[in-house]
């Protein structure tokens, strides 16, 4: 695929501010600040030109939720339930998303800056034209993902699952892992530094002559 410069959320001011949500309804040019959804049932609502600043969403249910130009800064979304979910234009910017299910989703031009997200799992997901950036990934899953246009930019992967997951075109040189769960043919068209290279070559019980 062709790489192009990832799509930002296009918000147009002014937002209403608002403090409640329901399941099943539709919010468009929202500003939500300093709210509390801890273990709500917000499933099938649908967010456009939406910001979210120091929100709590610690085990929501958002399953089916549909989110275009949106924008979570320093938010709480441990443990929500994201299956089935669609996200086009989407930023969270320091942001913790520990535990978080993003199973069976699809996420278009979505970035993850300084965010928290390990334990998460983005299995049978479709990510295209997405980021994460100086952020933390650890033993999270991406099992059977499809990836197009996916960047690891200064990003945490250690013991993180790549089962059935290509990684061509994908560069992990500036990332950092002792350990991954991927095979050598899922590594093939991958982009990885030299010190890296000798962790996989000693992974699949090879020796690397002249080094101990």
């Known amino acids: 695929m062709k790489k192009r410069t990832l799509q930002s959320p296009k918000i147009k001011e002014p937002l209403e501010e608002t403090i409640h949500l329901e399941r099943e309804e539709r919010y468009e040019r929202i500003v939500v600040r300093k709210q509390t959804f801890e273990q ?98 650890n033993h999270a899953d991406f099992v059977e993902v499809n990836f197009a246009n996916v960047t690891f930019d200064d990003v945490s992967l250690n013991d993180v699952q790549f089962t059935n997951t290509s990684l061509k075109e994908i560069d992990l040189s500036t990332s950092r892992f002792d350990q991954l769960t991927v095979s050598a043919e899922e590594l093939i068209g991958c982009t990885i530094s030299e010190d890296q290279a000798t962790a996989f070559v000693r992974a699949f019980g090879m020796k690397v002559k002249g080094i101990d």
């Open 40 to 137: 709500q049932d917000l499933r099938d609502c649908r967010f456009e030109a939406a910001v979210f600043e120091q929100c709590f969403f610690l085990g929501a249910s958002l399953q089916q939720t549909e989110w275009v130009d949106c924008e979570f800064y320093k938010c709480d979304l441990s443990n929500v339930d994201l299956t089935q979910v669609t996200m086009h234009r989407v930023k969270f910017f320091e942001c913790k998303l520990s535990g978080a299910v993003c199973f069976d989703s699809f996420y278009q031009d979505v970035s993850f800056e300084d965010t928290q997200l390990p334990y998460s799992n983005f299995s049978h997901s479709s990510l295209k034209h997405v980021r994460f950036q100086s952020s933390l990934l």
